[in-house]
Structures are given as C-alpha cells and as structure tokens.
C-alpha cells in the first residue's frame, strides 16, 4: 500500500498562474481533506470531502477549488496564485473517525 | 468556535527523560482526539487516537490520556531517545462526525544525547 501520495512535491509558481494539486489514496477511504501548514498557524482545513461526490468549505477556502474525481482522487486548484498561497499543502484521509493518515506534502512558493 | 493549545511550543530534554505533553481544548463536545507526530520536511503520522468515551491509550514508550470534561489531554514519553526528536501536534475532530481535526500549533521536542 502507497497509503496517500501526493503530486508534485515542489512548485514555484509566479503570481497570476494556475495549478493543480494531486492526491490520490489507496486504503478505500471515504474522506479526504486538504490542510495547509504555516509557521505559527498551525494546520488548517482548507477543503474536504465526506464520501465520493461531495465537497465542502473548511476555514480557509478562499482562492481554492477541488474536485473529487472519484473515490481514489481529491484534487486542489489554484486558478490565479497568490503570494499568501505560499505555504506547505497536505493531503490526508480517513475512514469513519478513525486515524487520519496524511501524504508527504507539496511545498508550494508564489512569487 | 473549537480552539486547541499545545504547550510548551518547545521543549529540550536529555535522552532518558520521562516527559508530558499538554494539550488543551476550549469545547469538550469532541468526537476522538488523535496525536501525530511531524519529522521536519515531512508528513504528519497518527501516534494514538482516543475516542471520546475512553481515558487513555497506550502504545510502545507513548501514553495519552483524556479528560473531556476539563478540556485536557497529555502525551507521555517514557524514556525519551534522540529519535523521539520531532514535533508533535494534537487535534480533535468536533462531535459533528465529519472527519474534520483541528489542530494546535505543536510542541517541537529535542531530546538529546
């Protein structure tokens, strides 16, 4: 088992492009979420999504799309990057309250 | 709105050392509580998770309690070794059942040689 894979690892992006955040998980998971990490901020929800089909806001949405293409996948868009964007973006999933189980995280670097 | 606090944000021990972690949390209306641990540059990794109805857990060196009502939980590490060196971050995931943890800001522990 792969467990949550997420791609690309790093990414510098200038202000105004656009890009796509891939994470895939293998363990049959209902749930996927997407979390990014900043120094002195902790971790915070940014999207999740609660079975295959469905998706929703969590506290930092603003500038985000995802989409969960099927069971497997949860992808996150960037459609006009910002500088505020730069930031460390974790991909995670889990079954029914259980442990949540996280990828290895893509830094992300807008200019 | 649930707001979780982890003190100390760092921490220095000598290898050997029994330590505890706290880990606060403003609304006892929680579902589980979970402790992962961060290596820099990497993922985070579940160490123990403690549903709402339980006290504690164990596994290995690491025991984690919880006490609802009081809004507390701390992680100890028996006889800490320099590869316990890493940051360590609790979250609880709210009695609404949708997966979502919110986080503190960790503690970073150094053990040392």
Redesign the interface.
Known sequence: NAG?TQTPKFQVLKTGQSMTLQCAQDMNHN?M?WYRQDP??????IY?S?SEGTT?K?EVPNGYNVSRLNKREFSLRLESAAPSQTSVY?C?S?Q??????????TRLTVL | KQEVTQIPAALSVPEGENLVLNCSFTDSAIYNLQWFRQDPGKGLTSLLLIQSSQREQTSGRLNASLDKSSGRSTLYIAASQPGDSATYLCAVEDSSNTGKLIFGQGTTLQVKP
């Open positions: 949550v749930s979420y002195g901020m902790g971790l915070r929800l999740y609660a929703d969590g974790f995670a889990s029914g309250g259980r442990i949540m189980f996280f990828g290895p995280g």
